[in-house]
């Protein structure tokens, strides 16, 4: 049995991270209240995050609001192309080029 989860974490768990992240996004209601922010900088004082609006970013583009997206964080649909790729190059490469599916 631990032997099956630690293969299983070991070669699934960032294809599964990614797609629930995403499923997480797609779920989420991006107007509502913010809560706690994540972002290490925001925790040490500096008003500047690089990522702040990402998710909200991500959320509107599932929604179809382009625009409200863009004003969130213009990189929101560059990261969906980023995290589709590699979600997809991950599956090819786990279930269709080694043909390794023993669960």
């Known amino acids: 049995m631990s032997k ?3 293969y299983l974490f070991k070669n699934y ?6 797609s629930m992240g995403l499923l997480l996004l797609v779920l989420m ?4 209240a913010n809560g706690p922010s994540l972002c290490l900088f925001d925790q040490l004082g500096i008003k ?11 959320a509107f583009i599932f929604e179809g609001e382009f625009y409200k997206s ?5 990189l929101g649909g560059p990261a969906i192309v980023i995290l589709v ?3 997809g190059y991950l599956l090819h490469q ?4 080694n ?4 669960i």
């Open 13 to 18: 768990f960032e294809i599964a991270a990614f």
């Open 70 to 74: 863009f004003n969130s964080n213009a």
């Open 94 to 97: 786990k279930l269709i080029a």
């Open 85 to 87: 790729g590699r979600i």
């Open 99 to 102: 043909k390794t599916i023993k």
């Open 4 to 6: 099956k989860i630690h």
């Open 48 to 58: 500047f995050c690089p990522g702040d609006g990402l998710g909200h970013a991500i």
């Open 29 to 32: 209601d991006p107007e509502a």
